[in-house]
C-alpha cells in the first residue's frame, strides 16, 4: 500500500465524525514522514450507514486516488487512497499539524481573509476541472447522478 516497509505503527490520536480519522506514528526508517493522517469509515455504525448513502467518503477518496498529486490547490499530501466502489475506503494523507498548517476557528482575527482565500481556492479548483468529463466522480446520492436533470445539463425543471 504504502510501497515501503513499515516496522511499526502507533495511534496517536483517533476519533470519528462525518469519517473516522485517526493520526498515526510511521516506523518507516525515514521513508515516510514520522506521522500520517488517515481518513475511514466512521466508527459509528449510523454515521457509517449516512456515509455510505450518501457516498461521500468514497467519493472524497476517488478524488485523492485520480488527482491527488494533479490538483491546482494546496491539498495534504497523498501516500495512499483507496476504495470499494460501495462504502469502505481508506485515505493516508500528510499530517497538516505536523506540516504547520494552521486550522482557522470563527474566533480568529483573521477568519474572513482565510474565507476569502477559501473561496478563492474553491474558484481555482471548480476553474481547473470546468466542462471536462470526470469519469472517476461518480454519482452519490447528493448529485443528480444520471437523473434526467444530469443528461439535461444540470437544468432544474420545475
Same mark, same amino acid.
Given at each position: 500500500?504504502?510501497?515501503t516497509?513499515?516496522?511499526?505503527?502507533?495511534?496517536?490520536?483517533?476519533?470519528?465524525?462525518?469519517?473516522?480519522?485517526?493520526?498515526?506514528? *510511521?516506523?518507516?526508517? +525515514?521513508a515516510?514522514?514520522?506521522?500520517?493522517?488517515?481518513k475511514?469509515? %466512521?466508527?459509528?455504525?449510523?454515521?457509517?450507514?449516512?456515509?455510505?448513502?450518501i457516498?461521500? +467518503?468514497?467519493?472524497e477518496?476517488?478524488?485523492?486516488?485520480? *488527482?491527488?498529486?494533479?490538483? %491546482?490547490?494546496?491539498? %495534504?499530501?497523498?501516500?495512499?487512497?483507496?476504495?470499494d466502489?460501495?462504502?469502505?475506503?481508506?485515505?493516508?494523507?500528510?499530517?497538516?499539524?505536523?506540516?504547520?498548517?494552521?486550522?482557522?476557528? %470563527?474566533?480568529?482575527?483573521?477568519?474572513?481573509?482565510?474565507?476569502?482565500?477559501?473561496?478563492e481556492?474553491l474558484?481555482?479548483?471548480h476553474?481547473?476541472?470546468?466542462?471536462?468529463e470526470?469519469?472517476?466522480?461518480?454519482?452519490?446520492?447528493?448529485?443528480? +447522478?444520471?437523473?434526467?436533470?444530469?443528461?439535461?445539463?444540470?437544468?432544474?425543471?420545475?
Amino acid at each position: 500500500m504504502l510501497d515501503t516497509d513499515i516496522a511499526g505503527v502507533e495511534v496517536v490520536d483517533a476519533h470519528s465524525g462525518t469519517t473516522g480519522r485517526a493520526k498515526i506514528r *510511521v516506523d518507516s526508517g +525515514g521513508a515516510l514522514p514520522d506521522t500520517l493522517f488517515v481518513k475511514l469509515r %466512521p466508527f459509528d455504525d449510523e454515521q457509517a450507514e449516512f456515509l455510505s448513502m450518501i457516498g461521500l +467518503g468514497v467519493a472524497e477518496a476517488k478524488l485523492y486516488a485520480a *488527482v491527488g498529486d494533479k490538483l %491546482p490547490v494546496r491539498i %495534504p499530501k497523498v501516500w495512499h487512497s483507496s476504495h470499494d466502489g460501495e462504502s469502505a475506503f481508506i485515505m493516508v494523507l500528510e499530517d497538516l499539524d505536523a506540516a504547520g498548517c494552521r486550522f482557522a476557528t %470563527p474566533e480568529d482575527e483573521d477568519v474572513l481573509a482565510i474565507a476569502e482565500s477559501l473561496v478563492e481556492e474553491l474558484a481555482e479548483l471548480h476553474a481547473a476541472y470546468w466542462g471536462q468529463e470526470l469519469d472517476w466522480l461518480g454519482t452519490h446520492a447528493l448529485s443528480p +447522478g444520471d437523473s434526467p436533470r444530469r443528461r439535461s445539463g444540470w437544468r432544474w425543471e420545475r
